[in-house]
């Protein structure tokens, strides 16, 4: 199992460093204690001989070609020591035969090629490469520089060791030393440059670290060994020789098979800890350090060039370090950057960029602690059909324009997410005015059409709407998303394009149809009417008002009107409907006492019902108001089939001295023909002439309609009008008529009488 064999390799390497560290003791004499020194460090090389070949046997590829390299390595090195060390006499010549000196550079360069082979397997068994930076690429330098020159600060001191053949290749030849240091040289800064950049995770690490490791030792305590015999110190020969046991000992772990480290999830970009990296440049320094500190304590001259070479690597080291913390601050910005982004992931939509349920919810906790606020579900109605004519990019696309357009309508402070497929929630905080206000301000500025791959889109929808303590009882964010869910489904059942505000208890027994039904004639309970007034342009003075019917049904709910009114319609009641707006609309007028035209919207299914001609003749005089003061307006229901019995209908209300106006010119079934057909008296412009975003170009769609109208004999009023600047763009096209909220909401005839509408 592998947590046996780890055991097992653990104590077995723990009883050779102590078998080696009782025989430096020196119990014993210090020739006899070299001889089992050796004798311990030639059955490791066999250990390994064995253990290489055993493994060898089970691999392939370049895993088995670096082992059958470092046990050639191995085995020419022990031939090496054994014709060094006991194949002549020590005392004739202090030198190595001639073979081992040769055998010396060949295990050299083997272990060298050995090192190399291993990290090509290593590379070739990972799919994935490493990426380079500038910072990493001067790191990699400054390291390389610092092992060299670590190194050779053990090499220098200890040349007059080597030179007396006290280092391999024990020879006194100044060419085969000098040979022998570069390939030292280059096999240990290679092996600490490749520790450094071999990755965490890839396969061979593990191996490559302890072969490293083992060549490095080697080299060092045999440098080591050729120092001391430099300075005059005995006595170290055996402890400094412990190095000539663990290099084998390392070498032997080394070609065991290894599993690599699991990789863990990470960004592409990101780098795992590389402990050799953080670590081995500095491992120099401090041994150059350590040699520097003993030399001087043993009262050794210092030689400049070492004193020089120690600088150089202190500014080596200070410049990686520089190096190391600009590449640390680099890295924390990326983390603090993926953080920001998954942070940012996990509470937007990914499509839009808005807040989702998450971060919805958040902040409307914090509304439900700090202040009033009203939160607004809502839900585009019969989105599927733009997916399913368009596709789902052009939906995206569309959801895309819908969050942008309502963006515009909210202030800083408050909150537009996307909730759902084709569902947003919106929350306002603060103090605020009727939630119903702010439903229109929304439907508004959705009425405009959107462009969806070339086409002319309009887009409904149905909105639920809530506020704190509704039901008297604290919420959570929850029960308000529940709520505001609630509400905005009713209102579907309802009839789409509704905006429903949420009273408990929330369930609706009654629809309008029904209750219009119920009322025999007179208005149903919770049905009334409004007028906002039509002024003249420039001074915004009131001609006129419109009638606009509002509902309330039993439960609390209030109605959108076209919701109502499309029932009515629906259920065969939509001349009922017209006929109380008529009678209750003249009835409150000459209440009121004031001197204003009035302004009632029929269905064109109107036009050409002589029973509804009668109504209209008889609600007149019934209430004493003159016919030239009342102006129906034809909306967009339905279209006008004929438009010559539809003409002759507007010729009879004429010869009554009502007057008849085309209502939302430039949307709906309005079009140029009902101009050319229908003699009406009167034109309205659609609200959505007014929301293009070039001033000039609208300057010029107002001007052309209207120049139209005037050579037609037609008076032009001007619907939508919200901004000065609009109404200013409307007077300059030669529009003299305006209605909008920039001169009054829709309100009683009480308060216009009141209230003087202010100038523009």
């Known amino acids: 199992m592998p947590f046996a064999s780890r055991r097992l390799r653990s104590g077995l390497s723990a009883a050779v460093v102590a078998a080696a560290g009782f025989n430096a003791l020196g119990l014993w004499p210090v020739a006899t204690a070299q001889r089992v020194q050796f004798v311990i460090e030639a059955v490791l090389c066999v250990t390994a001989l064995v253990v290489g070949l055993v493994v060898v046997r089970r691999v392939t590829g370049l895993s088995r070609w670096w082992r059958v390299t470092l046990l050639a390595a191995i085995a020419v090195y022990l031939a090496a020591e054994y014709l060094s060390r006991l194949g002549h006499a020590p005392d004739l010549s202090p030198t190595a035969p001639a073979a081992a000196v040769a055998g010396y550079f060949v295990a050299g360069l083997l272990f060298a090629s050995s090192m190399v082979l291993l990290v090509r397997a290593g590379h070739n068994d990972d799919s994935t490469r490493s990426v380079r930076t500038w910072p990493g690429v001067i790191t990699t330098v400054l390291d390389g520089l610092l092992a060299a020159l670590a190194f050779s600060h053990l090499v220098y001191v200890a040349r007059l060791g080597a030179m007396d053949g006290a280092a391999l290749p024990r020879s006194t030849n100044s060419v085969v030393v000098f040979g022998i240091a570069a390939v030292e040289l280059v096999t240990v800064v290679g092996a600490v440059l490749l520790a450094m950049w071999y990755p965490p995770y890839r396969p061979g690490r593990t191996n490559y670290m302890l072969l490293a490791g083992s060549v490095i030792t ?99 080291v200070a410049t990686r370090y520089v190096v190391a913390m600009r590449v640390q601050r680099m890295l924390t910005k990326q983390l603090l950057d993926a953080k920001r982004r998954l942070a940012h992931q996990a509470h937007h939509d990914a499509l839009t960029g808005l807040p989702n349920r998450l971060l919805l919810a958040q902040r409307l906790d914090e509304a439900i602690r700090d202040g009033p606020f009203v939160l607004i579900f809502v839900d585009i109605d019969d989105f599927k059909v733009v997916n399913d004519r368009f596709g789902h990019a052009a939906g995206d696309e569309l959801l895309c324009a819908i969050s942008a357009r309502l963006q515009n309508c909210l202030g800083p402070g408050d909150t537009l997410a996307r909730i759902g497929g084709d569902e947003f929630a919106i929350l306002i905080a603060g103090a605020v005015g009727p939630p119903e206000i702010v ?322």
């Open 439 to 760: 439903a229109d301000q929304l439907r508004v500025a959705l009425r405009s059409p959107f462009s969806v791959h070339g086409t002319s889109v309009r887009v409904r929808a149905s909105m639920g709407l809530v506020s704190p303590g509704s039901d008297g009882v604290p919420a959570t964010s929850d029960d308000l998303l529940r709520q505001a869910d609630n509400s905005m489904y009713t209102g579907k059942r309802l009839g789409k394009d509704t905006a429903v505000v949420y009273r408990p208890p929330f369930s609706v027994s009654e629809d309008f149809p029904t209750a219009l039904r119920q009322a025999n004639g007179d208005a149903p309970p919770g049905f009334q009417l409004k007028y906002q007034p039509i002024v003249a342009l420039p001074h915004g003075n009131p001609i006129a008002v419109e009638a606009l019917a509002r509902w309330t049904a039993p439960s609390g709910i209030q109605i959108p009107p076209q919701t109502f009114v499309s029932q009515a319609e629906a259920n065969g009641m939509g001349a009922q409907l017209d006929a109380l707006v008529l009678d209750q609309a003249c009835a409150q007028i000459k209440a009121a006492g004031l001197d204003l035209d009035v302004h009632i919207n029929i269905g064109a299914a109107r036009l050409g019902s002589v029973e509804f001609e009668h109504v209209v003749s008889r609600t007149l005089a019934r209430h004493l108001l003159p016919p030239h003061r009342l102006v129906l307006e034809i909306t967009e229901t339905v279209p006008i089939v004929d438009l010559a019995e539809g003409a002759a209908a507007i010729r009879r209300f004429n010869a009554l001295g009502v007057r008849v106006a085309l209502d939302d010119f430039g949307a709906g079934y309005n079009s140029l023909t009902y101009l050319h057909e229908l003699p009406v008296q009167i034109v309205k412009l659609d609200r959505g002439l007014a929301m293009g975003v070039e001033p000039e170009r609208n300057l010029l769609l107002y001007r052309s309609v209207t120049g139209l109208c005037e050579a037609l004999g037609l008076n032009v009023i001007a619907e939508g009008i919200e901004t000065a600047d609009q109404a200013e763009t409307i007077y300059m096209a030669g529009c003299g008529l305006a209605q909008g909220h920039l001169f009054g909401p829709a309100s009683t005839l009480a308060d216009i009488a009141d209230a003087a509408v202010k100038p523009y």
């Open 218 to 316: 080697l080299t060092s305590a045999d440098r080591l060994l050729a120092y001391f015999r430099s300075v005059a110190v005995t006595g170290t020969e055996l402890w400094i020789g412990v190095g000539f046991v663990i290099a084998p000992l390392l070498i032997t772990l080394s070609l065991l098979e290894y599993p690599p480290r699991p990789r863990p999830p990470r960004d592409e970009t990101e780098e795992p800890t590389n402990w050799a990296q953080l670590t081995l440049p500095y491992v120099g320094f401090m041994g150059s350090t350590a040699l520097l500190t003993f030399h001087v304590l043993i009262g050794a001259r210092v030689d400049p060039v070492f004193i020089s070479t120690y600088l150089a690597m202190a500014l080596l």
